[in-house]
């Protein structure tokens, strides 16, 4: 299967650059995998679809206000710095832009000397690590210091960090936000756990990698990076339970498919776990948990999209995404939402 299947037409100005004023109030599209019908909504209407005894996933993993702006030390010249990886002694492995600036033993200023790093050493790919120097608690500096780290198609300066974030996000540690759960309030689940649908919290940490694009032509010889996940006891039976009565097991984003998928034994069960998973969903693939997802529209010829048509199949997903160009659907990271069915 050849990446350029997973192609479609974007005009630019669909990009959504900024989030909308009301999460719940995005675009809902509907697709019925199975008849292929396509019908529009408000993402709020998303109860209309859920049923009692359904189980609701959602990842609860926290972004991390990762991009700092530095200066270099005895120059002043401006350096930006992506936090990656935290590894130990508080050294970090990060992306640092321009990368020729920083050389072992550079020394960067942040924030007037609140925080202070020295790269260490050049790794894999050219990034940097850097160890931090400062006083108190790191992720405190963070939240003063830090910005979003926004996809490189976001252009606009996000006005309120927490519109990168999910309403239930807890757990820090992602470099991009899992969007479909963008769509959500508190008082939307509120409602839906009203309806008896169990909602099971998972956490997968997003790595950058989830903006990769697909370069080889083969989408079989594509590599995926490695993610963080943990699924606890609760969310594990709450899953089963769904499964076991014949209910339905709707993933919220394809971070939470991933989880789900990564974790499950052949017999679809789950029990509670962590580790790593680098799966790599394509049409194909047969599904062990997930019967229904929520998610944004994606990419071009990335692998969400490709997972997006593992689901529903090639032709139809590229069909509804052809429809929601036509009706003037907000795509990516803060664009509307689709439901497959």
């Known amino acids: 299967m050849k990446r350029q299947d997973f192609f479609y037409e974007l005009p630019e100005e669909l990009i959504a650059q900024d989030p ?29 679809y859920l049923s009692e005894g359904d189980c609701l996933v959602i990842n609860d993993t926290k972004v991390l206000p990762a991009r700092l702006i530095g200066s270099k030390e005895g120059t002043n010249a401006k350096i930006e710095i992506l936090l990656l990886k935290r590894r130990e002694n508080n050294i ?5 832009k321009p990368g020729k600036k920083a050389k072992p ?30 006083e108190g608690i790191f992720e405190e500096i963070l939240d003063q210091l830090g910005q979003m780290p926004l996809p490189p198609y976001i252009t606009h300066q996000l006005e309120d960090k927490n519109r990168y974030q999910t309403v239930y996000a807890a757990h820090t540690g992602s470099a991009a936000a899992p969007t479909a759960g963008l769509h959500f309030t508190p008082q939307l689940l509120e409602k839906i756990e009203a309806q008896g649908v169990e909602i ?13 694009p697909v370069k080889v032509d083969e989408i079989t010889d594509h590599h995926m990076h490695s993610e963080f996940y943990q699924i606890n006891e609760e969310a594990a039976e709450k899953i089963n339970r769904a499964k076991e009565n014949g209910k339905r097991v709707i ?15 052949e017999d679809g069960r789950l029990r509670a776990c962590n580790g790593w998973t680098e799966i790599f969903i394509y049409p194909g693939y047969q599904f062990k948990v997930l019967d229904c997802l929520i998610t944004n529209f994606h990419l071009p010829e990335s692998t969400l999209i490709m997972l997006v048509s593992a689901l529903a199949g090639r032709e139809q997903v590229l069909g509804a995404y052809e429809e929601a160009v036509r009706e003037r659907y907000r795509f990516f990271s803060f664009g509307d939402a689709m439901l497959i069915k």
């Open 200 to 212: 099971a919290k998972v956490t997968l940490h997003v790595g950058l990698g989830t903006f990769r």
């Open 20 to 48: 909308l004023a009301d999460r719940e109030s995005s675009r809902l599209l509907v697709l019925d995998k199975e008849s292929g019908v396509i019908s529009h909504h408000v993402f709020r209407e998303i109860t209309d």
């Open 251 to 265: 993933c919220v984003g394809t971070t939470s498919c991933r989880t789900v998928e990564s974790a499950a034994g």
């Open 92 to 96: 970090w492995e990060t992306l640092v």
């Open 105 to 134: 033993g550079t020394r960067i200023i942040f924030g007037g000397g609140i925080l202070t790093g020295e790269v260490v050493d050049v790794v894999e790919e050219g990034n940097r690590l850097i160890q931090f120097t400062y």
